[in-house]
């Protein structure tokens, strides 16, 4: 039997002050408490401290939307490992594409994140995904098994079951349109089989890859149920924490 935990993890992009987010991680708390799933908030930067506080000895991890590979130096306007792990972060999201879309991230920067991520002992949560046009020309799987290859270059095999993949696609995110479950499985799958080209089965079956891209309480489970969708990336219902509890407790 495989055993992997899913993880649900609420990025919460540029959304809540400080005073909000605790307001928000405070309402949570109760909320998921017996959650079977691994939970995780991924709030600003400005948050993480405050929130690091208030979840302590609860069952909510901290993630950070994203940081910078270097451990410190001459980059203004940049967070280092070391600091994010300082105040106990856990997860950090590397390559969301309203990075790679917005700011330019490119296959390498994402790479020299995942590793040094790794290096500091933070679980990268890696996204990839298809763009519309993308998909309709067909490239789905190029594009996303691509993606993924570039991300794990150089990741040990010590390490690789540390890292979580998400499959979002992008024409689903934050539009309200969601990939069918059997479709995201699929890819799901395809992405599963290529980690296990560079890793082996074994290593591959404990690998968790999550779907992002519009899940709400209304999608949560049935997405949920597929053999390899191991958790979900929540953007936009992971702000009310009602929604988010619910798609927590699927
Ligand atoms: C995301 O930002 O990772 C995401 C999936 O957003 P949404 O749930 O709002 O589509």
Redesign the pocket.
């Known amino acids: 039997i495989i055993l992997r935990r899913p993880i649900i993890a609420g990025?919460w992009?540029m959304h809540m002050t400080p005073s909000e987010a605790v307001k928000l991680v405070q309402e949570l708390i109760p909320l998921v408490k017996d959650a079977k799933a691994e939970v995780v908030v991924i709030p600003p930067f400005v948050d993480l401290t405050e929130v690091s506080k208030v979840i302590q000895g609860t069952n909510i991890l901290l993630g950070a939307q994203n940081m910078f590979w270097e451990e410190k130096g001459a980059y203004t306007g940049e967070i280092s490992p070391l600091m994010l792990k300082e105040i106990g972060v856990k997860y950090v999201?590397i390559g969301?594409?309203?990075r790679r879309q917005y700011f330019g991230e490119t296959d390498e920067m994402v790479n020299k994140k995942v590793l040094s991520a790794l290096s500091h002992g933070l679980n990268p949560i890696v996204?990839v995904g298809e763009s519309l046009s993308q998909r309709e020309e067909g490239k789905t799987y190029d594009v996303v098994l691509s993606q993924t290859k570039e991300a794990l270059k150089g990741v040990s095999k010590e390490d690789i079951a540390n890292v979580v993949i998400?499959y979002?696609p992008i024409w689903?995110?934050?539009?309200?349109k969601?990939a069918t479950a059997k479709d995201a499985n699929e890819v799901i799958k395809a992405i599963r089989n290529t980690i296990a080209e560079l890793y082996g089965k074994e290593k591959a079956d404990l690998v968790r890859i999550q779907y992002?891209?519009?899940?709400?309480p209304s999608n949560a489970s049935e997405l949920m149920a597929e053999s390899d969708i191991d958790g979900?990336?929540?953007?936009?219902?992971?702000l009310v924490a009602a929604d988010f509890a619910q798609i927590v407790n699927y």
């Not at 992002?212 to 709400?216: A, F, I």
């Not at 979900?232 to 992971?238: F, I, N, P, T």
């Open positions: 990025n992009k999201i969301h594409s309203e996204c998400a979002e689903a995110i934050g539009t309200g969601t992002g891209g519009s899940v709400k979900a990336l929540v953007g936009g219902a992971s």
